[in-house]
């Protein structure tokens, strides 16, 4: 292992902020962060590559490393002792257990996707909140959902709070970012029924749909909803009646009880 890094100065120190703070430069670089040994034991279980590991002594413990060197032990993956200090400038959430990876996200189209007989597919029209897909990721993974397709996102899928807030789902569930015309075209080549979630007048109660076949829930913005194009392209409309003053739910709570919902269908 080379010398323990202790300057925030360290070249390496400052890219892990780079990459942080910025998805133009993950993209350029075509790397992720991915922070915490649960998130990244996840990640490996997926066969995500690991070019760089940056460990803190101090905060991770005999025990942490030993199984991060069970994992990681081998030439793949480059290892950097780095000081409290330091680690705590590049650490992105609190409580840190010491363990943060440079990873090599997967990037999928929508062709290359494979589609079982009955696909069941959570579609998000331009998701803005990392906490927001990560929340859906895990809701995707839960419940075995084929995969999660996003129209035109406004967050880079894998943002390293995406996968903070996925604990590491991002990489178990297929994520595809496309374009809206793309998702509706191809929906129609694989005879895709297509659900938009949206307060219309043609809307219907979500119980009361056939989510058995292939199956695609459409779900819109946090703030906006689904665009009209989307919206009015989709095959059905549907609703989760709302009991109480608020006309809506948060769109990782609606997706996961439409997807509960599927998988309760599937499974009579």
């Known amino acids: 292992m080379p010398d323990p890094i202790t300057s925030p100065q360290n070249p390496r120190i400052k890219n892990l902020l780079k990459l942080q703070q910025k998805s133009s430069e993950r993209r350029a670089q075509g790397l992720t962060i991915i922070e915490g040994l649960r998130e990244l034991t996840i990640a490996h279980g997926a066969g995500v590559a690991v070019p760089a590991l940056f460990v803190c002594p101090e905060l991770a413990g005999t025990q942490r490393q030993q199984q991060l060197q069970a994992l990681f032990g081998g030439r793949e993956t480059e290892w950097f002792e780095v000081s409290k200090a330091v680690f705590e400038k590049v650490a992105y959430r609190e409580g840190s257990d010491g363990v943060l990876a440079l990873a090599r996200p997967p990037h999928l189209a929508l062709a290359e996707l494979a589609l079982p007989a009955a696909p069941l597919l959570l579609v998000l029209e331009a998701v803005e909140k990392p906490g927001n897909l990560g929340a859906i990721l895990r809701t995707a993974d839960a419940a075995q959902a084929t995969a999660v397709i996003v129209c035109d996102p406004r967050t ?64 819109g913005t946090e703030a906006d909803g689904l665009t009209p194009e989307l919206m009015q392209a989709c095959d059905q409309t549907i609703i989760i009646p709302m009991r109480g003053a608020i006309d809506s739910l948060n769109v990782s709570t609606a997706t996961a009880i439409l997807t509960f919902e599927a998988v309760r269908q599937r499974e009579e």
């Open 156 to 219: 880079d899928l894998f943002n390293p709070n995406a996968i903070r807030s996925s604990i590491g789902c991002s990489f178990t569930v297929p994520t595809i970012a496309t374009t809206r015309q793309e998702l509706l075209e191809w929906c129609r080549q694989h005879g895709i029924r297509t659900y938009a979630a949206a307060l219309t007048e043609r809307a219907v109660p979500y119980t009361t749909c056939n989510f058995r076949g292939p199956t695609a829930l459409v779900m």
